[in-house]
Each structure stands twice: as structure tokens, then as C-alpha cells.
């Protein structure tokens, strides 16, 4: 990956001479240390977030700069921390729980999407529930179909929760603060391939300059991280590098591909993408969670009910198929979404038969 | 009337105001929906759980809770409500689906929720005691002595959620009480057959928690237990469980033909009404007749205006449906 790529956010952020280069997981940490560090209320709940640091890094040094007290390793008992933690939500606090991975939700959705996601509503908006539940999502690395699953889709269907979803470190800083501050429930889904864990292979595009102070990115604000004329590619965490490298690959050929970063899908931001669809006229959704009834239907739905006359060609969604994501790598690659899936798909949209 | 200065006058005065709004609740909710029973017609559509006979749960614990306590309740919330002291006409007229309401006609009858006492309910099985842990555990992080009671049914403990939360609680010394009404029916289905162990109080043993077993259905007896288990929370010794055999005097919900009920059941249980039950004993125990009259006078009178404001109040406008989905 080039260079130039490294840094995806958009509006880019000023770089400085000696860039800080961090990992997803280091940048989500340090926000939850900076957001802790700035407000009592705030603590952090989960499985092996104490001494472990979180299995994938996101609370790496809290146990230490903040004490047990602050930073709770809980029980494997999902349902009963995530519920506490809508109870303390309430009562005033800002939880920040883990949910190790979101394969996981079947034990715990009830305290998500019916206690959390609802308590503003059944209160008239007088209980809030400010609570970030972070949890790690996609495949790619041969863990099967219990531990590869994104399920954005699922989450950003049932009303009442924002759902962000960071491409690079950058982003996940200033999400995660977002996220803290929020007097809702965030659901906050940190791609593993995107993470930055030694163990786990990296998408090097997600590991970017992290300004050290405080920034909060806006929730329910899409980036655009690459300009361009033919056609809009969108995408959301791994997928925005494949696209990314896919609009390398068309510029080579003479296409000029834009790029969107969703980073939130709940609420999406719909202006941003139908104004580039309109202007490019053709629109390709990059998605690994399940295809259908999914986020590439939704968007491209909505851009379809405000600007179907201004498309050149029919829009389509690249997504993992319906199926359950398979072990061995050569049925996984196969039905994983790629940046030559991408680049194939985009051609065939550009009438480029070359 | 005061729960500290007067503790059984407080408690009959809320057994009768509970017994009240519920009788006011019966006529109003079969209102459309004879001669054909059909759950969306009325003014009070969906299903209605009522809590006739177990209104000795409700005030043998709350006489002992102040307005920064947390309860957390079930799908059968009002006597938890009221005894809780959550504000009588924005509940009525929250289960008459009201602007005036709760929530503004958004929640209805299981889902209320009252910041100003700190009473929530859910409608899902079980899912209160996780939330009611957290607000406990808020409570302690706080350096307060206030703390949380989760309300659950006898069918509820089967659920994993309840040895989540109640592990949690344990192992985090959370200042929270595991209140289960016993009415020995899950819906339909008897404890017997589906509970392994006779007394679920028994189960609190497998979270090193005192658990306690309550029989008889008595507020006095219910106040005392849960006195022992407020004051250990209080001073952070860590959560406690009371069983309470109670009773269910009508069906799981209003239009339920309950043939699942042996010949003589409800008849047998109507004869052990707590509520005359206990008036008859503190007459014996020297409380004046008139006075004890006047008490559920004033209890009728603060329902029937709270039910007289929901009846009359607004409905809200279709468009605040879109309202409140976040704060």
C-alpha cells in the first residue's frame, strides 16, 4: 500500500513532521484513558480487560493508571455485565463494556437491544443510557463462522443505538471519545483486521498518525477519503482499504473512483453518500457482513429513492454471500469481499472491458 | 404518611391503593373488548398483568427504600410502583397510552419507568437483575449507601440471566436484593415442574449469598426478612436473596381462562387475601378500625383521581412517536 494511503480519514488531518503512528487498538485505549482520566463517571467492563489489556488491546495500561475499581475484569457472564452496565448507565455513569466478539451477542442481546437501546424511548428521554459497548468483528484469519461475523447490519437495524465503525486509528480515537461523550448507547465494532494486535495480521492502511490530545469525530458522519468523477465506492472498516486499493488500481487505468468511509452506519449519513452518487453516478457498496437485507441494500436503496435518475448504471453491493463464514482459507477468501472483487466489479460498472 | 414513622399503617395504605388501581384497571380494560375478547380494542390494548395477592412483596421491601434506591421490576410492576412511590396519574395515564404518561404513551403498562424514585420494569423475563446490579454497583462507586432491588418471578430463576447477575453481584459485593415472588406459576406452568429445587431461596447458597424463604404472604413478615437483607447491603456486605411465597389471585393476564388451575384454586387463595388478612391483624393488634378506614380512603381517592386524569388526558400526537429514540 502506498503511502499516500496510509493515513484514511478525510478531512485529512494536518501531518505533522514526526508523525505518531499507532494501531487501532492503541488509539482506542488511549481515548478510553483520556476520557477516564477527564471524568470520574467513566469505567471500563469486560472479559480480560484488566491485566490482559482486552484480548485484542483496547484497554492495554487502564488497570494500571486507574485500579480495579475502574477497570473490572467481569465474570464470562456477558448477559449480567452488559445489563449492569445499562443499570449504571441510569444511574449516571459511562460504562465502557467489551464484548469480546460480536459473535457473541446471542447470549447478551436482550440487555443490548431491548434494555439499552430502549430505556431513552420508555423514559420519554428522560433516562439516558450512556454506555459504549465495543466489540470486534470480521474474519479473514481462518476463526470460522462463531468468531468471523460483522453483523453491521444487525446491529444497525434495531432502533435506539448508534453504531460507529472506525477504518483506521485515527478515526478510532476520535469515534471512541465520541462515543464516551454520547448519552446513548454506541456500538462501537473494531475490525480485526484492521486492529493492529502482533498476533493478527494488519491492514497496515488502518495504522495512521494519532494527534495526542482529545478530538472527538462526529457520530452519524461519513469521510470521504479519496476524491474522484466515475464512481463512488463505500465502504465500511476493512472494506474502505479494499476499496481504497481498488481505486489505486482503476486510476491506472484511467478511472477516477471516489471512496467513502461510512464510519458510522447508525445513523448513516445519507447526504454524504447520495451527493456523491449523484455527482458520479454510479454507486458500488464494499460490505463482508451478510449480503442480504444488509448495509449495501440500505444504502443503496436510499440512493436509489433520492437520485435514481442521476445513476448511469445499476448499483451494486459486493458483500460476504449467505452463508456462514467458512474455515478452510480457500473457501474463506472465496467468498470474502476483495480489492480485486472491487476493482472487477467497478470496471464492469465503467464499461471497461479491457 | 411516612414508611419509617409508621410501617404497617404505610404498608396497608399501599396494599389497598395497589388492590384499588387494579380493580380500577379491570372494567376500563374490557371496555371493547366484549363480547368478543380481542386484546387490541379498548382503551387499554395489549396484554395487562395485574398483581393482585402479591402486594405484600411490594411494600414489605419498599417501606424500607428511599427515593435514591433503585428498583428494578418485572412485567407484573404496578404494586412495585406504587409502593416504590412513583407518581400515581403519570402511570395511569402512561397505561391509558397518555402524553401525560410516564413516557408519554411510549412504554405502556411493562415498561415503566420513573427517574424521579429510580423505578424502572422490563417486560423480558429475568432482564432486570443485570441493570439493577449496575445501579447498586454505581451506588457504591459513589460512596453512597444507597442501593438496588430487582424484583423476579419464581420462573425467572431458571433464566441464566439471574445467575449472571446474581454471581456479579457476589463477586462484586453489589448492594442489591434479589426480591423473587413466588406466585408458583410461570404463565401456566407450576414451579413444581419446572424448578429443580422446591425453594429457590436454597439457590443463593451457589453465590455464597444469604438466601432467605419467606411463606404466609404477610407484609410483616416480608418487612422484617427484608430489613435484615437492606441493612447488609447498606453497610457493604453484599447483595442478599428473599423468596416470598405469595399469591397470583388472577390469571398471568387479564383474559386468561386459566384451565390450567386444579377446581378450587383461585377460590382457596381469594380466601387468604392478604389485604384483609392483614387488616384483620392490625385490628388485633390495636389499630383503630376508622383509622385503617381512613386510610384506604385516601388511598382509593389518590387512584381514582389518578385514573379520572388518564381517562381525560390528551393522547399524544401520531408524530411523537418519533420522539425520544435517543436522549
Same mark, same amino acid.
Not at chain 1, 484513558?33 to 477527564?38: D, I, L, P, S, V
Not at chain 2, 380466601?271 to 390495636?286: H, M, N
Given at each position: 500500500m502506498s503511502s499516500s494511503d496510509q493515513s484514511v480519514t478525510a478531512p485529512r488531518p494536518e501531518q505533522p513532521q514526526a508523525q505518531?503512528?499507532?494501531?487501532?487498538?492503541?488509539?482506542?485505549?488511549?481515548?478510553?484513558?483520556?476520557?477516564?482520566?477527564?471524568?470520574?463517571?467513566?469505567?471500563?467492563?469486560?472479559?480480560?480487560?484488566?491485566?490482559?489489556?482486552?484480548?485484542f488491546g483496547t484497554t492495554g495500561g487502564l488497570l494500571d493508571s486507574f485500579g480495579p475499581d475502574r477497570v473490572r475484569d467481569t465474570p464470562i457472564s456477558e448477559t449480567g455485565f452488559i445489563g449492569?452496565?445499562?443499570?449504571?448507565?441510569?444511574?449516571?455513569?459511562?460504562?465502557?463494556?467489551?464484548?469480546?466478539?460480536?459473535? /457473541? /451477542?446471542?447470549?447478551?442481546?436482550?440487555?443490548?437491544?431491548?434494555?439499552?437501546?430502549?430505556?431513552?424511548?420508555?423514559?420519554?428521554?428522560?433516562?439516558?443510557?450512556?454506555?459504549?459497548?465495543?466489540?470486534?468483528?470480521?474474519?479473514?484469519?481462518?476463526?470460522?463462522?462463531?468468531?468471523?461475523?460483522?453483523?453491521?447490519?444487525?446491529?444497525?437495524?434495531?432502533?435506539?443505538?448508534?453504531?460507529?465503525?472506525?477504518?483506521?486509528?485515527?478515526?478510532?480515537?476520535?469515534?471512541?471519545?465520541?462515543? !464516551?461523550?454520547?448519552?446513548?448507547?454506541?456500538?462501537?465494532? /473494531?475490525?480485526?483486521? *484492521?486492529?493492529?494486535?502482533?498476533?493478527?495480521?494488519?491492514?497496515?492502511?488502518?495504522?495512521?498518525?494519532?494527534?495526542?490530545?482529545?478530538?472527538?469525530?462526529? !457520530?452519524?458522519?461519513?469521510?470521504i477519503c479519496r476524491t474522484g468523477e466515475d464512481i463512488t465506492l463505500?465502504? *465500511?472498516?476493512?472494506?474502505?482499504?479494499?476499496?481504497?486499493?481498488?481505486?489505486?488500481? *482503476?486510476?491506472?487505468?484511467?478511472?477516477s473512483a471516489e471512496v467513502i468511509d461510512l464510519r458510522t452506519i447508525a445513523p448513516l449519513d445519507r447526504e454524504t453518500i447520495i451527493a456523491s452518487a449523484r455527482r458520479t453516478g454510479r454507486l458500488l457498496v464494499v460490505d463482508d457482513d451478510y449480503l442480504s437485507y444488509g448495509v449495501g441494500a440500505e444504502i443503496i436503496t436510499s440512493v436509489c429513492e433520492a437520485a435514481l435518475g442521476d445513476l448511469k448504471c445499476a448499483p451494486v453491493r459486493i458483500a460476504h454471500p449467505d452463508i456462514p463464514i467458512p474455515f478452510s482459507p480457500v473457501l474463506e477468501h472465496f467468498v470474502l469481499p476483495s480489492a480485486e472483487k472491487v476493482e472487477a466489479a467497478a470496471l464492469a460498472m465503467l464499461g471497461d472491458t479491457n | 404518611m411516612n414508611a419509617n414513622e409508621n410501617p404497617r399503617l404505610w404498608m396497608y395504605h399501599h396494599m389497598v391503593k395497589s388492590r384499588h388501581f387494579e380493580e380500577r384497571i379491570k372494567p376500563a380494560y374490557f371496555e371493547g373488548k366484549s363480547p368478543v375478547f380481542n386484546m387490541a380494542k379498548g382503551p387499554l390494548p395489549g396484554e395487562m398483568h395485574l398483581s393482585d395477592g402479591q402486594?405484600?412483596?411490594?411494600?414489605?421491601?419498599?417501606?424500607?427504600?428511599?427515593?435514591?434506591?433503585?428498583?428494578?421490576?418485572?412485567?407484573?410492576?404496578?404494586?412495585?410502583?406504587?409502593?416504590? %412511590?412513583?407518581?400515581?396519574?403519570?402511570?395511569?395515564?402512561?397505561?391509558?397510552?397518555?402524553?401525560?404518561? @410516564?413516557?408519554?404513551?411510549r412504554g405502556g403498562h411493562m415498561h415503566l419507568f420513573d427517574p424521579d424514585v429510580n423505578f424502572c420494569c422490563s417486560g423480558i423475563i429475568?432482564?432486570?437483575?443485570?441493570?439493577?446490579?449496575?445501579?447498586? @454497583?454505581?451506588?457504591?462507586?459513589?460512596?453512597?449507601?444507597?442501593?438496588?432491588?430487582?424484583?423476579l418471578g419464581e420462573g425467572a430463576v431458571n433464566q441464566g440471566a439471574f445467575h449472571e447477575a446474581a454471581n456479579l453481584a457476589a463477586v462484586w459485593k453489589a448492594p442489591v436484593i434479589f426480591v423473587i415472588e413466588d406466585n408458583?406459576? %410461570?404463565?401456566?406452568?407450576?414451579?413444581?415442574?419446572?424448578?429443580?429445587?422446591?425453594?429457590?431461596?436454597?439457590r443463593a447458597a451457589a453465590y455464597a449469598m444469604p438466601g432467605h424463604h419467606v411463606e404466609g404472604n404477610c407484609p410483616d413478615a416480608i418487612h422484617a426478612v427484608a430489613e435484615m437483607a437492606i441493612a447488609r447491603a447498606r453497610s457493604g456486605q453484599g447483595p442478599s436473596l428473599i423468596e416470598i411465597e405469595t399469591t397470583r389471585l388472577? %390469571?398471568?393476564?387479564?383474559?386468561?381462562?386459566?384451565?390450567?388451575?386444579?377446581? %378450587?384454586?383461585?377460590?382457596?387463595?381469594?380466601? @387468604?387475601?392478604?389485604?384483609?388478612?392483614?387488616?384483620?391483624? @392490625?385490628?388485633?393488634?390495636?389499630?383503630?378500625?376508622?383509622?385503617?378506614?381512613?386510610?384506604e380512603r385516601l388511598a382509593r381517592e389518590a387512584v381514582d383521581a389518578a385514573f379520572d386524569h388518564a381517562r381525560t388526558a390528551d393522547y399524544p400526537e401520531p408524530e411523537e412517536a418519533f420522539d425520544h429514540v435517543f436522549v
Open positions: 505518531r503512528r499507532q494501531t487501532i487498538a492503541k488509539s482506542m485505549a488511549e481515548a478510553i484513558a483520556q476520557e477516564m482520566a477527564a471524568n470520574p463517571a467513566v469505567l471500563v467492563m469486560g472479559e480480560d480487560v484488566g491485566k490482559l489489556g482486552g484480548v449492569a452496565a445499562v443499570g449504571m448507565a441510569a444511574a449516571g455513569m459511562r460504562p465502557v463494556v467489551e464484548l469480546m466478539f460480536v459473535d /457473541f /451477542f446471542g447470549v447478551c442481546m436482550d440487555a443490548i437491544y431491548n434494555l439499552a437501546a430502549k430505556q431513552s424511548y420508555f423514559s420519554g428521554g428522560r433516562v439516558a443510557c450512556p454506555m459504549v459497548l465495543m466489540t470486534s468483528v470480521g474474519g479473514g484469519y481462518g476463526d470460522a463462522g462463531q468468531h468471523s461475523q460483522c453483523l453491521y447490519a444487525t446491529f444497525g437495524h434495531l432502533p435506539g443505538m448508534k453504531v460507529v465503525i472506525p477504518s483506521n486509528a485515527h478515526d478510532a480515537k476520535g469515534l471512541m471519545i465520541a462515543a !464516551i461523550r454520547d448519552d446513548n448507547p454506541v456500538i462501537f465494532m /473494531f475490525h480485526k483486521a *484492521l486492529q493492529g494486535m502482533g498476533w493478527l495480521g494488519t491492514v497496515p492502511g488502518s495504522i495512521t498518525h494519532v494527534p495526542e490530545k482529545d478530538y472527538a469525530i462526529p !457520530i452519524g458522519k461519513a469521510a463505500v465502504g *465500511l472498516g476493512a472494506t474502505v482499504h479494499q476499496a481504497l486499493a481498488a481505486a489505486r488500481k *482503476l486510476e491506472a487505468k484511467g478511472h | 402486594e405484600p412483596c411490594a411494600v414489605g421491601v419498599c417501606a424500607h427504600l428511599r427515593p435514591d434506591d433503585s428498583v428494578t421490576a418485572t412485567h407484573r410492576p404496578h404494586h412495585v410502583a406504587i409502593a416504590k %412511590g412513583v407518581d400515581l396519574n403519570a402511570m395511569a395515564a402512561e397505561i391509558f397510552g397518555k402524553k401525560s404518561g @410516564l413516557s408519554g404513551g429475568g432482564q432486570g437483575l443485570g441493570p439493577a446490579v449496575g445501579a447498586a @454497583l454505581a451506588a457504591k462507586m459513589r460512596g453512597s449507601d444507597a442501593i438496588a432491588v430487582a424484583y408458583a406459576y %410461570g404463565i401456566s406452568v407450576a414451579k413444581s415442574q419446572c424448578t429443580a429445587v422446591a425453594r429457590n431461596s436454597d388472577e %390469571g398471568h393476564f387479564m383474559g386468561d381462562a386459566e384451565g390450567y388451575r386444579p377446581a %378450587g384454586e383461585v377460590e382457596r387463595l381469594k380466601a @387468604l387475601d392478604p389485604i384483609p388478612r392483614y387488616r384483620a391483624r @392490625l385490628e388485633a393488634d390495636g389499630f383503630e378500625a376508622s383509622e385503617l378506614d381512613r386510610q
